[in-house]
């Protein structure tokens, strides 16, 4: 069955260290998008993709880039962690455009701490 | 810029039904999503509703749309214990892809 994953599952890193967060997905979706969930603040858009080689801001993109070299994988790097940065993160991908959007499927997350 | 607004708890008996309201501001959305997230987890698809559409019903859940008012509602009858969860609105904004969610509502179902 195609599916969404996401790893680590859980990551505790100090301060300044570069992190990456692995996403993969199998349903060859071309677009894939990456959020953080933070209490109050319900999903906000890191940064996204629509395909090999794009990559664009969402509306938190700050402290955070991504990478699409190939169709399955979009990887997150926080260049130099901070503790605002403590979040648990989510990956998802969806077909190319539907009008208005489309469904997008969600991989289990990613819970970061920041020391 | 695009805004989605959902109340952040309810509490409802078991066997009660159980209403959520979401309000958005992009008048361009063409599909709206309910999305559902357990403890833990990531979020599942619940139901969307085309704009089209006013309403929409699927075993126990029911969606109204208000286009005018630009009000979304999801009910679910005969609440069980396990929907409690953490339910989110999502819009589509324009063309783009992208989806703008709410805060999420946060279901208590009590026995």
């Known amino acids: 069955d195609a599916e969404i994953t996401q790893s680590p599952r859980h990551k505790i890193t100090e301060t300044g260290r570069q992190v990456t967060l692995a996403c993969h997905q199998t349903?060859?979706?071309?677009?894939m998008f990456w959020y953080r969930q933070d209490l109050g603040h319900g999903l906000r858009l890191i940064h996204y993709?629509?395909?090999?080689?794009?990559?664009n801001k969402g509306e938190v993109s700050d402290g955070y880039s991504v990478s699409r070299s190939n169709t399955e994988d979009l990887p997150l790097t926080l260049e130099s962690a901070a503790s605002s940065q403590t979040s648990v993160y989510f990956c998802a991908s969806s077909e190319r455009g539907l009008a208005g959007g489309s469904e997008q499927f969600f991989g289990p997350g990613t819970r970061l701490t920041v020391l | 810029g695009e805004d989605v607004e959902q109340s952040l708890f309810l509490s409802v008996r078991e066997g009660d039904s159980s209403v959520i309201n979401c309000t958005y501001t992009?008048?361009?959305?063409?599909?709206l999503y309910w999305y559902k997230q357990e403890p833990g987890a990531g979020l599942q698809l619940l139901t969307y509703i085309f704009s089209n559409m006013d309403m929409k019903q699927d075993q126990r859940l029911t969606v109204l749309l208000n286009k005018k008012d630009k009000h979304l509602s999801l009910r679910i009858a005969d609440t069980q214990t396990g929907d409690s969860a953490i339910y989110f609105c999502?819009?589509?904004?324009?063309?783009?892809?992208?989806?703008?969610f709410g805060q999420g509502t946060t279901l208590q179902v009590k026995p």
């Open positions: 349903w060859n979706h071309n677009n």
């Open positions: 993709s629509y395909g090999v080689q794009d990559t």
């Open positions: 992009d008048s361009s959305s063409t599909y």
């Open positions: 999502a819009v589509g904004s324009g063309n783009t892809g992208k989806l703008i």
